[in-house]
Structure formats: C-alpha cells, structure tokens
C-alpha cells in the first residue's frame, strides 16, 4: 500500500517537535521506500504537491494534539477533531492541508496519530513523557506501515 508518513511540528517549541522527531527516527530506521514517503515537515503545506504526485492510499500524519489529555498520551483523531485538537502552531491549519491533499487524491484513507504535549515553550527540550510516546507511535506506524496493524 503506498503510504505517506508526514511528522508534523517545530523542534524550537519543546514537545511541538515530535511529530518531526518521529519521522526523522523512521527515516534512520530505513522505513522510506517506493512504496513509502517519511516526511518530517515543519511547513507541512510545502509537501502538497510532493505528496500528491506520489498518490498515497494512506496518509499517517503524527503531531502534538491538545485533547486535555495526560502529557504523553496518545491518540488516534477522528477527522472532526482536527480542527479541535491539532495545536495551531502551523502556517496554515492542518485541516486545509489535508482538504488540499483530498482534493487531489480524494481515495487516500488518513490516520491522525495525536501526542499530548506537556510543553510547548520556545527553546526549552522535549519533556521525557512525549519522547516515550513518540517511541510508541513510532512503532505502532511500523506496524501500520508493514500491514501488520488494522487500519
């Protein structure tokens, strides 16, 4: 299945920087293949057209979610959510991404794989609990990514 891996976020802004952190990682881990795009994206609209012209059937996207949940935990978000819960650190809100996405590969299934962040301060390190979580994600997107994970 050709999957797309977006980590969303900005490292400068503590737990913000997780979803790059993740596909980075997935990235080393030698995940990326020709069926397979690993993008850590700080300006995640740069990838619209890269993303497009690739035609993912599914679309993982991994960032920090403010769902008042426990720091480090983690979620899957339903596509009503997003504008709820994705925190608005971007140029341009997620959901607008993703319709842009849609619009030009409208069968792509999306799975939104949200963190809880603790921090989000400027300049200060990613706090222990959603680096552990990230860990987590990082292997349930393995598992997704290999078929071994309902979808």
């Known amino acids: ?38 993008i850590p994206a700080d ?3 740069n990838w619209i057209q890269p993303i497009a012209k690739f035609r993912p059937e599914l679309l993982v996207l991994i960032d920090t979610a ?3 949940g426990k720091a480090g935990e983690i979620r899957a978000i339903k596509d009503q959510e997003i504008s709820k819960v994705f925190t608005n650190t ?8 993703l319709e842009a996405i849609r619009k ?3 069968k792509t299934k999306t799975i939104f794989i949200g963190i809880q962040p603790k921090t ?3 300049g200060k390190p990613m706090s222990r609990e959603v680096r552990l979580a990230g860990n987590k994600a990082m292997d ?6 290999a078929g071994d994970a309902k979808v």
Not at 15 to 24: F, H, L, Q, T, Y
């Open 66 to 68: 403010d769902f008042r």
């Open 140 to 145: 349930a997107i393995k598992k997704i990514v």
């Open 43 to 45: 300006v995640p609209e």
């Open 90 to 97: 971007h140029s341009v809100p997620l959901i607008l991404f």
């Open 1 to 38: 299945m050709r999957t797309v891996v977006i980590g969303v976020g900005n490292e400068l802004k503590a737990d913000d920087g997780i979803g790059i952190r993740v596909a980075k990682q997935l990235q080393q881990d030698g995940l990326g293949s020709k069926e397979t795009m690993v």
């Open 104 to 106: 030009q590969v409208p």
């Open 120 to 122: 989000m301060d400027f």
